[in-house]
Nanobody, 122 residues
Framework: QVQLVESGGGLVQAGGSLRLSCAASGDMFGSHYVGWFRQAPGKEREFLAA????????TYADPMKGRLTASRDNAKNTAYLRMDSLKPDDTAVYYC???????????????WGQGTQVTVSS
């Protein structure tokens, strides 16, 4: 079992940065990939990034590619997503998810956090 709790969201001005955290409970975090998704009002949840078990491999997807940095600290059971050059269109609820293999699909992740709201003002 892996339980995930996101934090670090909030209100930020356009051009600013945020670092989201995804804290995991349980002893299985170190054997799970972590994926990051977001869902804006009225839109489908979309894949943003994923990081491998050891943290050496990351994958990023549009539309935030080039503005994201995924990392993790397995000793702290925590994954991070740093977001730079934020735009109003980035306003959404951001989620982390975990599973034992890589996926860019929601269906590929068994464990999900509750989400954290990010609001970018113009």
């Amino acid at each position: 079992q892996v339980q995930l709790v996101e934090s670090g969201g909030g209100l930020v001005q356009a051009g600013g940065s945020l670092r989201l955290s995804c804290a995991a409970s349980g002893d299985m975090f170190g054997s799970h990939y972590v994926g990051w998704f977001r869902q804006a009002p009225g839109k489908e949840r979309e894949f943003l990034a994923a990081i491998s078990v050891g943290g050496l491999s990351t994958t990023y997807a549009d539309p935030m590619k080039g503005r994201l940095t995924a990392s993790r600290d397995n000793a702290k059971n925590t994954a991070y997503l740093r977001m730079d050059s934020l735009k109003p269109d980035d306003t959404a609820v951001y989620y982390c998810a975990a599973d034992t293999s890589f996926s860019s699909s929601q269906a590929g992740y068994h464990y999900w956090g509750q989400g954290t709201q990010v609001t970018v003002s113009s």
